[in-house]
């Protein structure tokens, strides 16, 4: 199995700061033939589903604030939120999609310091 | 707008077999993956499953032989079945969809199965 190891496992962060998670892969998934990589980053909230934020490693999912960004290749990969509001505290997973069984991070939680 | 509403029973006996269905509004079961995915209290996600709209399904090898996940584009619902359950298959279970590649864009509120005798 791909295993996606994120880091930390918590973090808090005061309000206006930029919060950074980061997610490794053990295998990459970057795919040669279209060029993507098939990381996904979702924000769990306490009895709500997982909401997509990022696809494609760096695409903003739809309605998703422009403070959510996705970066990286192959397999280090970071999600940055660049001004913490209040509402951003939640759980944050990363997702693989390129290899069976498709696989997630173990979540981390994000705080306000 | 899309919408994915998880149903079946809440409790479910060791041994027997889990039944989960979802119903998808706003649009048609007939294009995209559908997935199922399950979260155990207190901890993470675990992908259970995909059927894609043509019928074909790609499952965790950890539950493939208890798993079958099947669609009715008749009624634009898609199911799931895993049998021979225990305690440790107690966990809220999500439908979603997935579009290309399998970015699962929408998904259900959830439902909680409960495996207790």
């Known amino acids: 199995d791909n295993v996606l190891t994120q880091s930390p496992d918590s973090l808090a962060v005061s309000l206006g700061e930029r919060a950074t998670i980061n997610c490794k892969s053990s295998?990459?998934?970057?795919?040669?033939?279209?060029?993507?990589?098939?990381l996904a980053w979702y924000q769990k909230k306490p009895g709500q589903p997982p909401k997509l934020l990022i696809y494609w490693a760096s695409t903003r999912g739809s309605g998703v604030p422009d403070r959510f960004s996705g970066s990286g290749s192959g397999t280090d990969f970071t999600l940055t939120i660049s001004s913490l509001q209040a509402e951003d505290v939640a759980v944050y997973y990363c997702q693989q999609y390129y290899s069976t069984p498709q696989t997630f991070g173990q979540g981390t939680r994000l705080e306000i310091k | 707008q899309v919408q994915l509403q998880e149903s079946g029973p809440g409790l479910v006996k060791p041994s027997e077999t889990l039944s989960l269905t979802c119903t998808v509004s706003g649009g048609s079961i007939s294009s995209y993956y559908w997935s199922w995915i399950r979260q155990p209290p207190g901890k993470g996600l675990e992908w259970i499953g995909y059927i894609y709209y043509t019928g074909s399904t790609n499952y965790n090898p950890s539950l493939e032989s208890r798993v079958t996940i099947s669609l009715d584009t008749s009624k634009n619902q898609f199911s799931l079945k895993l049998n021979s359950v225990t305690a440790a298959d107690t966990a809220v279970y999500y439908c979603?969809?997935?579009?290309?590649?399998?970015?699962?864009?929408?998904w259900g509120q959830g439902t909680l199965v409960t495996v207790t005798s």
């Open positions: 295998q990459s998934v970057l795919y040669s033939s279209d060029k993507k990589n098939y």
């Open positions: 979603a969809r997935g579009g290309y590649g399998d970015v699962k864009d929408y």
